[in-house]
């Protein structure tokens, strides 16, 4: 008889599922624990690596009672369907037989060299080997000895250590369609390989090393560099293009790693692209500004914030006292957020205040993979052309603030900026950038020229050395806040690291500014009271609270999921 | 354990001017191959055949040639060319002599029989006489166990061999143009 909802039964529990649901895909699904090397959600099922054999027993459809599934031969649970009334067992004499047999097998030629493994403490084998294998070999042949291989730009290949899956050459023929990858050989002498001199330089070549189980794909920018269990992991969103690609960002000791994609079939699917896996060198950058500065004798001298801010308040003061206009352009790389308070510090000077958002770098044009594939395809990945995270974000707060169609562009932000006082009457710009390389352009600098410049970057360049004061920012790993990619996904990071030295998040900036113009501009009388702490999250309540228009930033934010409780697979002791 | 290391994606392979494909295989394959498969992929066994069949091996140009000509990665064509053995992925000699040494043949005495061929020839299982003339592999069941021990020269199947019959059945001329490159030439 069939329930409602069908139902299979795995180790003894009953476990719904929708119709065309592997019984691996219940398990999953459920956080039962089922061992599985070549399944991968994102690619086609081979079931080459038996390592998920199950006994299963289904009802006769006459009699409903039980019956050994396919003879009783062992099945592979990522391609077994899952029917109404199976019963499943993982963890059955004979199941547990095969994956000893499997862990055997794989071991046979793969090398013991987890000291030295980057993959070790992530690894499906060692964890595996752990729980599933056997403490000892019974090998005494010579084992296979294959080659380390150099595969491309970014990945390296120690084909002693594959273990056949395959994962790594179906990324290549069916998500990203270019198919450099292959199976050299067979048998006990097969290797993965490229064609001799057609090296796997896709833009999206690093997710092999990811989907990789073993340490045999590994990212050369990462080889040697941490033991994966130093590493913390944040949630974080693409901060170079207007993906809004969900990533971990893999740090230690104020330093990232190395960025990883976060699984997301809405955005992202499993995969990132090369240019974001590695796109976050900036943060450690040499150039990194780490003190505010302030214009003597048309130089830059290194100052301190509370004086950098006075003099900032002041100069934007005297700008609208002079009968001026003050401007704000609010970079396409800064959060939600922090454009929102930044707009409200101009604003509380300037109630007319000039905004506008900053330059949308564009390289290039979009690109969907597998070549061929609609947009739209549940399987297909986007490349952006856009090269920047939250330009969406930056002018719909702006907009809220301003009304709709007053913000500019950055071409009408230069036109109305012109020479001298411009053609709005400008005549003092707080001007963000936080681009991750340099961004100035001789137009810029030409109509920074003559007015009074607060400058809040990250890196240093020629306007940063213009400016009147510069104060030193924070990157998107150095913050919380939201971007919103080129769909109109509002999505929310978190901040992975404590902020380089010397430098503030933007919106803490801000804040910074709101306080001491609402305590008159003077610092000492300022002191008494703390500005508030940038927290992005308190800021979207009450930017949905004070604008119905950001009404969203309550609403339609998308944010990490909460991650499964990491259980130890050890007892613990109490001493 | 030694620390072997192979630069895969910075390989030369060897190129020569003139293309493996030339016009009229291409036209020959367009009329007589493609119109029976369903996908290029389909067409791919047939198509190293053919190639290897005029060439005598498949040489990386023409696997890359192959690739163009079927809108396939050069990487789908060498991962299936090289699952075969009988797909030559090196040079090889003008005969092939395949020796079967599966489970039969070897019981009817077989390692004799490769032992009498190699000091005839004074090469290896594997490799070539010197004079480009003969090339030995042992291969495995050929399918013709009741009469076995088997070996083919070229494509032509010699049964219930002796040692000295075995080394005798090389004088023999080769059949037609077609055999002189191999197994399944
Ligand atoms: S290299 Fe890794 S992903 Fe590729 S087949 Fe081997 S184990 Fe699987
Ligand atoms: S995961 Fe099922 S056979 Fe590999
Ligand atoms: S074992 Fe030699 S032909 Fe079958």
Request: net charge negative; charged share 25%; aromatic share 8%.
């Amino acid at each position: 008889m069939s329930s409602p909802t069908p139902t299979i039964t795995i180790n003894g529990v009953r476990r719904p599922f929708s119709p065309g649901q592997t019984i691996l895909q219940v398990a999953n699904a459920a956080g039962v624990e089922v061992p599985q090397y070549c399944y991968h959600d994102g690619l086609s099922v081979v079931a080459s690596c038996r390592i998920c054999l199950c006994e299963v027993w289904s009802p006769n459809p006459r009699t409903g009672a039980l019956e050994p599934f396919m003879g009783g031969k062992l099945v592979p649970s990522c391609q077994q369907t899952a029917s109404d009334g199976m019963v499943v067992h993982t963890d059955s004499p004979k199941a547990v037989a095969n994956q000893k047999a499997v862990m055997e097998y794989l071991l046979i030629n793969h090398p013991l060299d987890c000291p030295v493994c980057d993959q070790s403490g992530e690894c499906f084998l060692q964890d595996y080997s752990y729980q599933y294998g056997r403490g000892v070999s019974r090998f005494q042949e010579e084992k296979v000895k294959q080659p380390k291989k150099d595969l491309g730009n970014h990945v390296l290949l120690y084909s002693d250590r594959c273990i056949m899956c395959t994962r790594c050459v179906r990324f290549t023929r069916e998500v990203t369609g270019t198919g450099e990858l292959m199976v050299m050989g067979r048998g006990n002498k097969e290797e993965i390989d490229v064609f001799p001199g057609i090296p796997i330089n896709n833009e999206l070549s690093g997710n092999v090393i990811d989907l990789c189980p073993v340490g045999a794909l590994l990212d050369k920018d990462f080889l040697f560099q941490q033991r994966v269990w130093y590493l913390k992991e944040t949630p974080s969103i693409d901060p170079i293009t207007a993906s809004g690609d969900n990533i971990w960002i893999h740090h230690n000791e104020g330093k990232i790693h190395r960025v990883k994609p976060r699984e997301n079939p809405r955005v992202n699917k499993w995969w990132i692209t090369d240019e974001v896996r590695y796109g976050w060198k900036f943060v450690h950058s040499a150039d990194r500004l780490g003190a505010p500065a302030r214009k003597q004798y048309g130089y830059p001298a290194q100052s301190d914030f509370p004086r950098a801010y006075e003099i900032a308040v002041a100069g934007l003061r005297r700008a609208v006292e002079d009968g001026g206009r003050v401007a704000l352009l609010a970079s396409p790389m800064i959060a939600c957020e922090e454009a929102y308070l930044l707009a409200q510090v101009v604003r509380e000077i300037d109630r007319e205040a000039v905004l506008a958002v900053g330059p949308v770098p564009v390289k290039g044009s979009d690109r969907v993979y597998p070549p061929g594939a609609s947009e739209d395809d549940p399987r297909a990945f986007k490349v952006h052309a856009e090269k920047a995270p939250n330009a969406r974000g930056v002018r719909r707060v702006l907009e809220a603030l301003a009304g709709p169609g007053q913000v500019l562009d950055f071409e009408a932000f230069l036109r109305a900026m012109g020479k001298g006082t411009g053609s709005s009457g400008v005549r003092a710009a707080l001007v963000t950038g936080n681009y991750p390389s340099a961004w100035t352009t001789p137009e810029l600098l030409g109509c920074l020229g003559g007015k009074f410049i607060v400058a809040i970057d990250t890196l240093a360049g020629p306007h940063v050395d213009a400016a009147d004061i510069s104060l030193p920012a924070a990157t998107f790993a150095e913050k919380s806040g939201t971007f919103e990619n080129a769909r109109g996904m509002i999505q929310s990071f978190e901040r992975a690291l404590t902020a380089f030295e010397g430098a503030r998040p933007e919106g803490q900036i801000a804040f910074d500014l709101l306080h001491l113009i609402a305590c008159g501009g003077e610092y000492e009388r300022a002191g008494a009271t703390r500005p508030e702490v940038y927290d992005a999250a308190d800021i979207r309540s009450r930017m949905a609270a004070e604008h119905e228009t950001l009404g969203v930033f309550a609403s339609a934010v998308g944010h990490p999921a909460p991650r499964p409780q990491a259980r130890p697979d050890m007892r613990l002791v109490e001493i | 354990m030694a620390w072997i290391t192979k630069n895969s994606a910075g390989m030369k392979i060897e190129k020569r001017s003139e293309p493996y494909l030339s016009e009229t295989l291409k036209a020959r394959f367009r009329s007589e191959i493609l119109p029976r498969y369903e996908t290029s992929m389909g067409a791919l066994l047939p198509t190293l055949h053919a190639v290897q069949h005029e060439h005598g091996w498949l040489p990386h140009q023409a696997l890359m040639e192959i690739a163009d000509f079927l809108s396939l990665t050069p990487a789908e064509v060498i991962d299936t060319a090289s699952f075969y053995e009988e797909y030559w992925l090196r040079p090889k000699g003008k005969r092939l002599i395949a020796v079967c040494r599966s489970i039969a043949c070897e019981f009817c005495g077989q390692p004799e029989i490769t032992e009498a061929i190699k000091a005839r020839l004074g090469i290896d299982v594997g490799e070539t006489t010197d004079d480009g003339e003969w090339t030995l592999v042992e291969v495995e069941c050929l399918g013709s166990c009741d009469s076995a021990p088997v070996m083919l020269v070229d494509e032509k199947l010699h049964e219930w061999l002796t040692p000295a019959e075995a080394v005798k059945r090389l004088d023999e001329k080769p059949i037609g143009s077609a055999s002189s490159h191999g197994l399944h030439g």
